[in-house]
């Protein structure tokens, strides 16, 4: 096999190498991300097949020919290399827009150059046939455009250089493989300009088609199998820094190694990143040192991870104002080993508050903003099992609005509104802070009283029942005045069973006031209940 056959068969395996770097950025779907990686590599094929073409031709015409398809490639490689880097460097020098399309115009118009050459030979000049080697060469002197290009060439080279150099000494442990293999194909091409400045090759044959394709081959493999390095820097800020949650990275010992701006923002510098002391989170944070010790010890299993097995409810921290739940997950090794924490607060305050309004609504009356049926009886019960506990009394008293009806039918319901307010509100100025008053329904309404004797329970209920006809509720410019008819009991501990039986008795003395005239207390009495005259003392509490 001759030389020029042999170079041919290369140089179409190269380019057809190119090629199947295109197609497996297509296969992985990725041509549309990828736009300056695959036309890297159709660039480093065009220059394989053009210089192919150019050296198994013969005549001068058939040469100008293939110069012109391998310039299709070589003027888009320096220009679609400083791509690659601007996409790694998004936020860096290359980050803005404006000069891919300056870049991109000298591409196109140097292509244009030594398309339109014979009309002005700003590229090529003086074009003739060496016969020195052992195939037909043609050689050209350089035009000014020739030279222009070269340094462009250089330049942009060079800004991928140092592109990747930057980002390969700031880069962590995780990074630093990937980002080195850049670096290192972004100086490949200075391997080809060097051999062919040197002259070791014979007949002035071009080494570039075949380093090309070795370039675009490790970009390949740094850009899409180690990670889609070009966005590593992005992914961590977008996931780490800029989410809206703090996040802290502790090691095996719980010293902070990092923490994102929003964990900067809620607890200052932590991590010597950011100008703390790094030392333990529990020195700082008791709270949140303590949570290390609730992780799994053991790393997850298979089911765990595949299924997503649910733990207990993360805990809640409380910082001003604001809630924050608090998660805490360990870190391993390859080795499954523990190697240190990761710890997310979430800002949670609007679904605290949001819960805590669902648990008011649960369980308070909307109107008068005091418990309502369910939630007062309760609490009765945890009462009446306290004072069975502890051997006490418990005392409770119930009480209806005399003639309410006449107030909603007169004034209209949202006077009776009015008065229901206003009623909750008086009647929880007469009792301890230890009773509870809840809401039974419509105007009935009762009151538990801990520890109370039966005299206890008297002296309240007439407090309560004098408090309710005192009261005058202004409604437009006339003074609304109601009654209650009151009804109390108290049972010692031998005798609770459960509040139902409390509540029945002090009900049924209730219904005896009313039936009796209202305005009025009356105490259930197991034999007979006993009324007390409107405007009693009683006993004093």
Same mark, same amino acid.
Request: net charge neutral; aromatic share 10%.
């Given at each position: 096999?001759?030389?020029?056959?042999?170079?041919?068969?290369?140089?179409?395996?190269?380019?057809?190498?190119?090629?199947?770097?295109?197609?497996?950025?297509?296969?992985?779907?990725?041509?549309?991300?990828?736009?300056?990686?695959?036309?890297?590599?159709?660039?480093?094929?065009?220059?394989?097949?053009?210089?192919?073409?150019?050296?198994?031709?013969?005549?001068?015409?058939?040469?100008?020919?293939?110069?012109?398809?391998?310039?299709?490639?070589?003027?888009?490689?320096?220009?679609?290399?400083?791509?690659?880097?601007?996409?790694?460097?998004?936020?860096?020098?290359?980050?803005?827009?404006?000069?891919?399309?300056?870049?991109?115009?000298?591409?196109?118009?140097?292509?244009?150059?030594?398309?339109?050459?014979?009309?002005?030979?700003?590229?090529?000049?003086?074009?003739?046939?060496?016969?020195?080697?052992?195939?037909?060469?043609?050689?050209?002197?350089?035009?000014?455009?020739?030279?222009?290009?070269?340094?462009?060439?250089?330049?942009?080279?060079?800004?991928?250089?140092?592109?990747?150099?930057?980002?390969?000494?700031?880069?962590?442990?995780?990074?630093?493989?990937?980002?080195?293999?850049?670096?290192?194909?972004?100086?490949?091409?200075?391997?080809?300009?060097?051999?062919?400045?040197?002259?070791?090759? $014979?007949?002035?044959?071009?080494?570039?088609?075949?380093?090309?394709?070795?370039?675009?081959?490790?970009?390949?493999l740094g850009v899409m199998r180690q990670g889609l390095a070009e966005l590593a820097p992005v992914a961590r800020d977008v996931v780490f820094e800029q989410q809206g949650d703090a996040a802290l990275v502790l090691d095996d010992e719980g010293r902070v190694l990092d923490q994102?701006?929003?964990?900067?923002?809620?607890?200052?510098?932590?991590?010597?990143?950011?100008?703390?002391?790094?030392?333990?989170?529990?020195?700082?944070?008791?709270?949140?040192?303590?949570?290390?010790?609730?992780?799994?010890?053991?790393?997850?299993?298979?089911?765990?991870?595949?299924?997503?097995?649910?733990?207990?409810?993360?805990?809640?921290?409380?910082?001003?104002?604001?809630?924050?739940?608090?998660?805490?997950?360990?870190?391993?090794?390859?080795?499954?080993?523990?190697?240190?924490?990761?710890?997310?607060?979430?800002?949670?305050?609007?679904?605290?508050?949001?819960?805590?309004?669902?648990?008011?609504?649960?369980?308070?009356?909307?109107?008068?903003?005091?418990?309502?049926?369910?939630?007062?009886?309760?609490?009765?019960?945890?009462?009446?099992?306290?004072?069975?506990?502890?051997?006490?009394?418990?005392?409770?008293?119930?009480?209806?609005?005399?003639?309410?009806?006449?107030?909603?039918?007169?004034?209209?319901?949202?006077?009776?509104?009015?008065?229901?307010?206003?009623?909750?509100?008086?009647?929880?100025?007469?009792?301890?802070?230890?009773?509870?008053?809840?809401?039974?329904?419509?105007?009935?309404?009762?009151?538990?009283?801990?520890?109370?004797?039966?005299?206890?329970?008297?002296?309240?209920?007439?407090?309560?029942?004098?408090?309710?006809?005192?009261?005058?509720?202004?409604?437009?410019?006339?003074?609304?005045?109601?009654?209650?008819?009151?009804?109390?009991?108290?049972?010692?501990?031998?005798?609770?069973?459960?509040?139902?039986?409390?509540?029945?008795?002090?009900?049924?003395?209730?219904?005896?006031?009313?039936?009796?005239?209202?305005?009025?207390?009356?105490?259930?009495?197991?034999?007979? $209940?006993?009324?007390?005259?409107?405007?009693?003392?009683?006993?004093?509490?």
């Amino acid at each position: 096999m001759t030389l020029q056959l042999t170079l041919v068969v290369l140089l179409w395996a190269v380019g057809l190498g190119a090629l199947g770097v295109w197609a497996q950025v297509w296969r992985r779907g990725q041509l549309a991300r990828r736009p300056a990686l695959w036309l890297a590599a159709w660039a480093a094929a065009l220059y394989a097949f053009g210089y192919s073409l150019e050296i198994s031709g013969d005549s001068l015409a058939w040469i100008r020919f293939a110069v012109t398809v391998e310039y299709l490639g070589i003027a888009a490689i320096p220009t679609l290399i400083l791509w690659l880097a601007a996409d790694y460097d998004r936020d860096g020098w290359l980050g803005g827009r404006w000069w891919r399309w300056v870049a991109a115009a000298v591409s196109i118009a140097t292509f244009v150059v030594v398309a339109t050459n014979p009309l002005h030979d700003l590229y090529h000049a003086r074009p003739r046939f060496a016969a020195s080697g052992p195939f037909p060469m043609v050689v050209f002197d350089r035009g000014w455009w020739y030279w222009g290009f070269q340094a462009y060439t250089a330049v942009a080279i060079l800004l991928a250089n140092v592109v990747f150099l930057r980002a390969w000494r700031s880069a962590g442990a995780h990074r630093r493989a990937q980002v080195r293999l850049l670096f290192v194909a972004s100086l490949v091409p200075w391997l080809g300009n060097l051999v062919n400045v040197s002259g070791v090759l $014979p007949w002035a044959i071009d080494i570039m088609p075949f380093v090309l394709v070795v370039a675009i081959a490790l970009f390949y493999l740094g850009v899409m199998r180690q990670g889609l390095a070009e966005l590593a820097p992005v992914a961590r800020d977008v996931v780490f820094e800029q989410q809206g949650d703090a996040a802290l990275v502790l090691d095996d010992e719980g010293r902070v190694l990092d923490q994102n701006v929003a964990a900067l923002r809620l607890l200052g510098p932590l991590s010597e990143r950011h100008g703390g002391e790094g030392g333990p989170l529990a020195d700082r944070f008791p709270d949140l040192g303590e949570l290390i010790h609730a992780v799994p010890s053991e790393p997850p299993t298979h089911e765990e991870m595949m299924y997503g097995t649910l733990r207990d409810e993360p805990p809640e921290m409380r910082r001003g104002d604001r809630t924050y739940s608090v998660r805490a997950q360990p870190l391993w090794s390859r080795g499954r080993n523990a190697i240190g924490h990761v710890m997310v607060l979430r800002d949670i305050t609007r679904y605290a508050r949001m819960e805590e309004l669902l648990r008011t609504l649960a369980t308070s009356d909307e109107l008068t903003a005091i418990p309502n049926r369910r939630h007062f009886l309760d609490l009765a019960e945890r009462e009446v099992a306290r004072a069975r506990r502890h051997g006490r009394s418990l005392g409770m008293i119930v009480f209806d609005l005399d003639r309410f009806k006449d107030v909603n039918d007169t004034f209209g319901h949202h006077a009776g509104d009015a008065v229901l307010r206003a009623v909750a509100k008086a009647v929880e100025a007469q009792v301890r802070s230890s009773d509870m008053i809840g809401r039974l329904g419509g105007e009935e309404f009762a009151v538990v009283l801990p520890e109370s004797t039966m005299d206890d329970v008297a002296y309240v209920a007439e407090r309560v029942r004098s408090a309710i006809a005192e009261l005058a509720v202004p409604i437009g410019r006339v003074g609304v005045r109601v009654s209650a008819s009151v009804g109390g009991c108290s049972l010692q501990a031998n005798e609770l069973r459960e509040v139902g039986e409390l509540l029945m008795r002090a009900d049924h003395a209730q219904y005896q006031a009313k039936g009796a005239g209202g305005n009025r207390v009356v105490l259930y009495d197991v034999a007979t $209940p006993v009324p007390v005259a409107a405007g009693a003392t009683g006993v004093g509490r």
